[in-house]
């Protein structure tokens, strides 16, 4: 664990390729695009798949917008709400990563680690299961796959309460992109319609 966390604190910056897949009542979906992260917090999801999409955050506040519904969900990120939303996007930083521990308990799945553990993958991964501490929404069991040899978290797999699955899986990661400050700026379509702190319950 010591390993997971210190490669994480060394983490600047980095550009991937992602790829999400949602599992609710025998449904699936899938997404796709590149992501930008540069610290402190600051990350951008572009999608190719719903193309046009976005996820962007400059570290104070969090932009969603879903292009077909013309909408942008703009979420203030320093709102300290019991009903936030899972830590998932953020999971591959090192501010992530310290929630996620924080707020869940974790170990390995079985004995044997690290294993090959996915189809026409060599990669060897350490597994570990996440159950949260307090069942206040959002993702309440995670697992994730850590890359023995980099000790990057290359997939991850969530479900809520309701029984819904996320599996969202990194690829392609490079630490040497220049990424300027300003992708992290979101521009605000003048025809979208905003919805103010969507991730969060007040109760």
Do not use: W
């Not at 599992?23 to 951008?44: A, Q, S, V």
């Not at 319609?193 to 109760?203: A, D, G, H, T, Y």
């Amino acid at each position: 664990m010591k390993k997971i966390k210190n490669k994480f604190s060394k983490i600047e910056s980095y550009s991937a390729e992602f790829q999400i897949r949602t599992i609710e009542n025998k449904k699936e979906k899938f997404m796709k695009g590149k992501c930008l992260y540069k610290r402190p917090g600051k990350i951008r999801y572009d999608f190719s798949e719903p193309d046009g999409d976005e996820i962007v955050s400059d570290g104070k506040t969090l932009y969603i917008f879903i292009k077909r519904l013309g909408a942008v969900g703009k979420q203030d990120l320093t709102l300290d709400k019991k009903n936030s939303s899972g830590p998932i996007f953020s999971a591959n930083s090192a501010d992530g990563l310290s929630r996620l521990f924080r707020k869940y308990h974790y170990k390995f799945d079985a004995i044997e680690q690290p294993r090959l553990v996915i189809d026409k993958d060599p990669t060897k991964y350490f597994v570990l299961e996440l159950d949260q501490r307090e069942k206040i929404g959002g993702f309440e069991k995670m697992k994730l796959f850590v890359d023995s040899e980099s000790y990057l978290i290359r997939r991850a797999v969530a479900t809520d309460g309701r029984g819904k699955e996320t599996t969202i899986s990194f690829s392609n990661i490079n630490f040497q992109e220049d990424i300027q400050d300003g992708v992290f700026n979101f521009h605000m379509s003048g025809n979208a319609k905003i919805v103010n702190n969507p991730l969060v319950s007040e109760n």
